[in-house]
C-alpha cells in the first residue's frame, strides 16, 4: 500500500515561514490534500488539489506538489496556526483506499 | 452551512455492541460519500472507509474490514458505525467527514466533531 512519510515536528518563529513536506513514491503524479487539527478539535480542510485552498482558509496557507515530495506552506506564521498538520492521498491502485500522513506538529515559538 | 453532528461519547464494556452516527445536513446527503476515520489517544488520523448513502455502496479499509460495519439510512440523512463485539483497543476518537470525489482523487470536508469511544472493563 501507499505510505506518506511526514517529519514529526516542525517549529517556527512568529512572523516566519513554515515547510511542512509529505514524501511518497512520485507523490507529484497524484493530488495532495492538507488538514489542519487544532487540540481538542476536529480536522480542517486548507488545501485540496496540492494548492487550492477552501473559503476561509487564508492566503498564508499555499500548498505545492512535485517529484517525491508535496509541500505545505504557511507565511507569517501566528500562535494560532500552532497545530497538527496531516497531508492525505487517495491510493488509486486499490478500491477507493484513503491514505494519511503521519501528521506533523507545529509549534510557533 | 453543511455540517455533520455526531453522536456523543460512549463508554461500553469489553464485548459490548455499539452503533455510533453521523447526521448530515446543509447538502445534498446522497450525493456525497461519507467517510470515517479513528485517532487514538495521541496517534494520527487512520482511514476507516466510506459508504456513498446514494445506493449504500460501502469500502472499508483493509485494516478494518471485518472488524466495523458501516451503514446509512439516506431518510433520515444519517450515516453510522458500529461494532458486534468491542475491545480496548477500539478505544478512540471517531470522526466522520464528507467525502468529495472526483475522477481522480477525494478529499474530506467538512468533518463532524468526533466521536470520542471508550472501551473499558
Not at chain 2, 439510512?73 to 470525489?101: E, F, H, N, P
Request: a neutral charge.
Amino acid at each position: 500500500s501507499y505510505v506518506l512519510t511526514q517529519p514529526p515536528s516542525v517549529s517556527v518563529a512568529p512572523g516566519k515561514t513554515a515547510r511542512i513536506t509529505c514524501g511518497g513514491n512520485n507523490i507529484g503524479s497524484k493530488s495532495v490534500h492538507w488538514y489542519q487539527q487544532k487540540p481538542g478539535q476536529a480536522p480542517v480542510l486548507v488545501i485540496y488539489y496540492d494548492s487550492d485552498r477552501p473559503s476561509g482558509i487564508p492566503e498564508r496557507f499555499s500548498g505545492s506538489n512535485s517529484g517525491n515530495t508535496a509541500t505545505l506552506t504557511i507565511s507569517r506564521v501566528e500562535a494560532g496556526d500552532e497545530a497538527d498538520y496531516y497531508c492525505q492521498v487517495w491510493d488509486s491502485s486499490s478500491d477507493l483506499h484513503v491514505v494519511f500522513g503521519g501528521g506533523t506538529k507545529l509549534t510557533v515559538l | 452551512e453543511v455540517q455533520l453532528v455526531q453522536s456523543g461519547a460512549e463508554v461500553k464494556k469489553p464485548g459490548e455492541s455499539l452503533k455510533i452516527s453521523c447526521k448530515g445536513s446543509g447538502y445534498s446527503f446522497t450525493s456525497y460519500w461519507i467517510g470515517w476515520v479513528r485517532q487514538m489517544p495521541g496517534k494520527g488520523l487512520e482511514w476507516m472507509g466510506i459508504i456513498y448513502p446514494g445506493d449504500s455502496d460501502t469500502r472499508y479499509s483493509p485494516s478494518f474490514q471485518g472488524q466495523v460495519t458501516i451503514s446509512a439510512d439516506k431518510s433520515i440523512s444519517t450515516a453510522y458505525l458500529q461494532w458486534s463485539s468491542l475491545k480496548a483497543s477500539d478505544t478512540a476518537m471517531y470522526y466522520c467527514a464528507r467525502g468529495v470525489i472526483t475522477g481522480t482523487t477525494h478529499w474530506f470536508d467538512p468533518w463532524g466533531q468526533g466521536t470520542l469511544v471508550t472501551v473499558s472493563s
